[in-house]
């Protein structure tokens, strides 16, 4: 592996530094019906009064269809069994309900999942599933690849192919529940007229389910597909729909600070910042939207995060690479600043996850541990976390569609060849 320290500070860094990816259009199904998938309730009612539904009954239809696709999971018209028989086939004649499809599967020996999904127009996208004793947590993409470049990062080096939509999105906490065998059984109301069945959205945490969290950490940057993951995280929330707590769903940014407040105020979940750096040379050249969003700028917007409290604190990410950002005064300057900004913060010491040709190493388990006790002494929680799945490259950073990735052949040529280098 290539050491650190013969990085040239000023080397360039490829690809755009200030990103403003225009989402690109999503190709329409060739079938002509519409994926239900992803829609708020009142726009499904809008689309069965198009279809030819009175305003009233395609309202109660759309509360009804609603509640079985989100509440239930079912994946066809035909299961909706309090939905009038011949009912059913109108409904599959005009719509689908998606869910992307799974291309692979796999499990770490840790016990931690990785799926490779592909969208209906033909991208691939990964999501993973971290199982712990007391909790099992779903790391959810917003993206297909990324336009950050952070260079640790190896969704990092794959181009920006498009925007998840909010039925990709919300889809695959629907695909880990199929997986996971985890909707609820129980009977649906009979009765049209009784369909009051929203539930405590606490009962969906405390039963025994395996999958209890939700981050939004997984490819993309979620505030560059703003609309799409507040739309999507509405449907988690809903408590007629996947019926999540927000305190069960961070979503992490490497800090697109105009969307921050909008983030709080219009979804509301917890707030996780891939900060990762304290200095604005390092920073700029690890987490290059540095150069367009500086430090102060971003930490100002966390003190300003709407909801953030010593209860529900900000998780600072904050990756540890060797020589580049984990001496001891890069930890008192971590303290400093989150005092100075007097934020209600946690921090996340993450060992550095390697790919082949990664420009970086993971610094030395003391180093991290000394790293870990500075800030820790100042009083801020500083867990180090223990990477997951990455025999099976499902570890934090590591995610990249398999169509993109070199062949192992490949990788162990350009490995043999840098260490070569290196003499
Ligand atoms: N774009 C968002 C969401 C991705 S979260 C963000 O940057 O926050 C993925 C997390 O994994 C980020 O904190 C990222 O910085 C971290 N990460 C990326 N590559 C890594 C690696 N090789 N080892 C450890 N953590 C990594």
Same mark, same amino acid.
């Given at each position: 592996?290539?050491?650190?320290? /013969?990085?040239?500070?000023?080397?360039?860094?490829?690809?755009?530094?200030?990103?403003?990816?225009?989402?690109?259009?999503?190709?329409?199904?060739?079938?002509?019906?519409?994926?239900?998938?992803?829609?708020? =309730?009142?726009?499904?009612?809008?689309?069965?009064?198009?279809?030819?539904?009175?305003?009233?009954?395609?309202?109660?239809?759309?509360?009804?269809?609603?509640?079985?696709?989100?509440? $239930?999971?079912?994946?066809?018209?035909?299961?909706?069994?309090?939905?009038?028989?011949?009912?059913?086939?109108?409904?599959?004649?005009?719509?689908?309900?998606?869910?992307?499809?799974?291309?692979?599967?796999? #499990?770490? @020996?840790?016990?931690?999942?990785?799926?490779?999904?592909?969208?209906?127009?033909?991208?691939?996208? *990964?999501?993973?599933?971290?199982?712990?004793?007391?909790?099992? @947590?779903?790391? #959810?993409?917003?993206?297909?690849?990324?336009?950050?470049?952070?260079?640790?990062?190896?969704?990092?080096?794959?181009?920006? #192919?498009?925007?998840?939509?909010?039925?990709?999105?919300?889809?695959?906490?629907?695909?880990? $529940?199929?997986?996971?065998?985890?909707?609820?059984?129980?009977?649906?109301?009979?009765?049209?007229?009784?369909?009051?069945?929203? *539930?405590?959205?606490?009962?969906?945490?405390?039963?025994?389910?395996?999958?209890?969290?939700? #981050?939004?950490?997984?490819?993309?940057?979620?505030?560059?597909?703003?609309?799409?993951?507040?739309?999507?995280?509405?449907?988690?929330?809903?408590?007629?729909?996947?019926?999540?707590?927000?305190?069960?769903?961070?979503?992490?940014?490497?800090? +697109?600070?105009?969307?921050?407040?909008?983030?709080?105020? *219009?979804?509301?979940?917890?707030?996780?910042?891939?900060?990762?750096?304290?200095?604005?040379?390092? =920073?700029?050249?690890?987490?290059?939207?540095?150069?367009?969003?500086?430090?102060?700028?971003?930490?100002?917007?966390?003190?300003?995060?709407?909801?953030? /409290?010593?209860?529900?604190?900000? @998780?600072?990410?904050?990756?540890?690479?060797?020589?580049?950002?984990?001496?001891?005064?890069?930890?008192?300057?971590?303290?400093?600043?989150?005092?100075?900004?007097?934020?209600?913060?946690?921090?996340?010491?993450?060992?550095?996850?390697?790919?082949?040709?990664?420009?970086?190493?993971?610094?030395?388990?003391?180093?991290?541990?000394?790293?870990?006790?500075?800030?820790?002494?100042?009083?801020? /929680?500083?867990?180090?976390?223990?990477?997951?799945?990455?025999?099976?490259?499902?570890?934090?950073?590591?995610?990249?569609?398999?169509?993109? =990735?070199? /062949? =192992?052949? *490949?990788?162990?040529?350009? +490995?043999?060849?840098?260490?070569?280098?290196?003499?």
């Amino acid at each position: 592996m290539n050491a650190p320290t /013969s990085l040239p500070v000023s080397m360039p860094i490829p690809g755009h530094i200030d990103p403003v990816p225009v989402p690109r259009p999503v190709t329409p199904r060739e079938d002509g019906r519409t994926d239900l998938i992803g829609l708020p =309730r009142p726009q499904i009612a809008t689309l069965f009064q198009d279809a030819g539904l009175d305003a009233k009954a395609a309202k109660l239809r759309a509360k009804q269809v609603f509640h079985w696709l989100y509440h $239930r999971g079912v994946t066809e018209f035909e299961a909706m069994t309090d939905i009038a028989k011949t009912m059913r086939p109108w409904l599959a004649e005009r719509f689908v309900i998606g869910r992307p499809d799974v291309v692979e599967a796999q #499990v770490s @020996t840790d016990g931690t999942r990785k799926w490779l999904l592909r969208t209906a127009d033909g991208h691939d996208f *990964e999501m993973v599933f971290i199982p712990d004793a007391d909790r099992g @947590t779903l790391c #959810v993409s917003s993206q297909v690849g990324c336009t950050l470049n952070c260079r640790f990062c190896h969704t990092g080096t794959m181009k920006l #192919v498009r925007n998840l939509t909010p039925g990709e999105i919300v889809g695959q906490v629907m695909l880990a $529940r199929d997986a996971l065998g985890e909707w609820p059984k129980g009977s649906m109301a009979s009765a049209a007229d009784d369909l009051d069945l929203d *539930e405590d959205e606490g009962s969906y945490t405390a039963d025994g389910r395996l999958l209890t969290n939700i #981050v939004m950490m997984g490819m993309g940057e979620p505030l560059y597909n703003f609309d799409n993951v507040r739309d999507a995280l509405k449907l988690v929330m809903d408590g007629d729909g996947l019926a999540l707590s927000k305190r069960r769903i961070t979503l992490s940014t490497a800090g +697109v600070v105009p969307m921050m407040a909008r983030a709080g105020e *219009e979804i509301g979940v917890n707030l996780a910042v891939s900060l990762h750096a304290v200095t604005k040379d390092v =920073r700029d050249e690890i987490v290059p939207i540095n150069r367009k969003f500086g430090l102060e700028e971003l930490l100002q917007a966390c003190a300003d995060y709407p909801g953030a /409290s010593n209860a529900r604190r900000i @998780t600072f990410e904050y990756v540890m690479l060797k020589d580049r950002n984990d001496s001891d005064d890069d930890a008192r300057e971590l303290v400093r600043l989150i005092k100075q900004y007097k934020l209600p913060a946690k921090v996340n010491l993450i060992p550095f996850n390697p790919w082949p040709g990664a420009p970086y190493e993971c610094s030395t388990p003391e180093r991290v541990k000394r790293f870990a006790e500075i800030v820790f002494e100042a009083g801020i /929680s500083a867990p180090v976390r223990t990477p997951r799945g990455r025999d099976i490259d499902a570890a934090c950073g590591q995610l990249k569609t398999a169509a993109e =990735r070199r /062949s =192992r052949a *490949e990788m162990d040529r350009l +490995v043999a060849e840098k260490q070569a280098a290196l003499g």
